[in-house]
């Protein structure tokens, strides 16, 4: 492996080498959980594979179009690169489901307002539309694990969201986990 | 029912999840699905790495030294050509029967001196081939 250059040694980035290594090292929870954000990135995505955008993230952080910061976690810096290319990839999606008011099935005047307002097709609007419907499935009798995830969603402290659902400490943290675990469980790919 | 908001707020904050997850969290999952998602992962990261590397070799300029990967073919020839023919060369074959390899530059030089001797020999087989083909 060749030494960071100056430059990168200088700004706190990782050299392309060690990001190869790094690549070649990876261990099986961390592959397991890129393997999850990617497929994360893609709920809701039209004609994106969670391989393609876990490939293209590799790709551009290997030849250098990302640079890694020295101080961010791999897993986390390929995160953040996976929704960067999501995010292009979704340009045109910005599928304001909020000018829905609520999200609530059979409500046809409200996603016809939102096609009226934005380039949104009816496909990415029928994926979002799908990505929100799995994973209400997914917190089906779950209900405070919802509530707390709407509100990490909006944004919302910790100290807010216990207050707002009248969970302790404890509770909360053990709610927390409940839903990690859901979503590691359902994110892992069924089809490899 | 999931209140509104944009869809990737959701997404951030199942990612938010998803990287605080512990170990612990993520091996309560099915060991089979674990262990196959890792195995592709890593089947990506070594497409991607072999891309990177048909990248490299591609952009590698031509060196007038020899490379890591060994003498090269033109010096291959050589050697084997004044081990065979030493009055080709004599100051060659006793670099290389010392043990020692001559320069990029040297052996270029040599394989040109050579090349030029051979197109401006006669070719007689050529010749004969051609006067065949005329009749």
Sequence with gaps: ?192 | MIKTYHPEQLIDAMEAMILAADADDLLSAPAERLSAAALEVREIAGRSLAARADRANVAQPRKSGRSSRGPGPLMDYLKRLVAARPEVSPNLAAAFAAGKSPSQEEAEALAVELLKARLSSPKPGRKRRTEGSRR
């Design chain 1, 1 to 192: 492996m060749n030494p960071p250059t100056l430059k990168e040694a200088a700004s706190g980035f990782v050299s392309t080498d060690e990001v190869a290594a790094a690549l070649a090292e990876l261990s099986t929870v961390d592959s397991a959980r890129l393997a999850q954000l990617a497929r994360l990135r893609c709920l809701g995505a039209v004609g994106l594979e969670w391989q393609d955008l876990l490939h293209e993230a590799f790709i551009r952080v290997l030849d250098g179009r990302r640079r890694w910061p020295r101080d961010v976690p791999f897993v986390a810096f390929v995160a953040q690169s996976m929704r960067s290319i999501a995010s292009e990839t979704r340009q045109a999606d910005l599928v304001e489901f909020g000018a829905l008011g609520e999200h609530e099935s059979g409500d046809e005047q409200g996603i016809a307002n939102v096609l009226a307002r934005t380039d949104i097709t009816p496909e990415r609007e029928m994926a979002g539309r799908q990505m929100l419907l799995e994973i209400e499935a997914l917190f089906a009798g779950d209900a405070i694990g919802l509530a707390v995830l709407e509100g990490m969603a909006r944004g919302d402290s910790a100290g807010e969201v216990q207050a707002q659902l009248g969970l302790d400490p404890t509770a909360y943290a053990s709610t927390l986990r409940r839903i990690r675990r859901r979503l590691t469980s359902y994110l892992l790919p069924t089809e490899v």
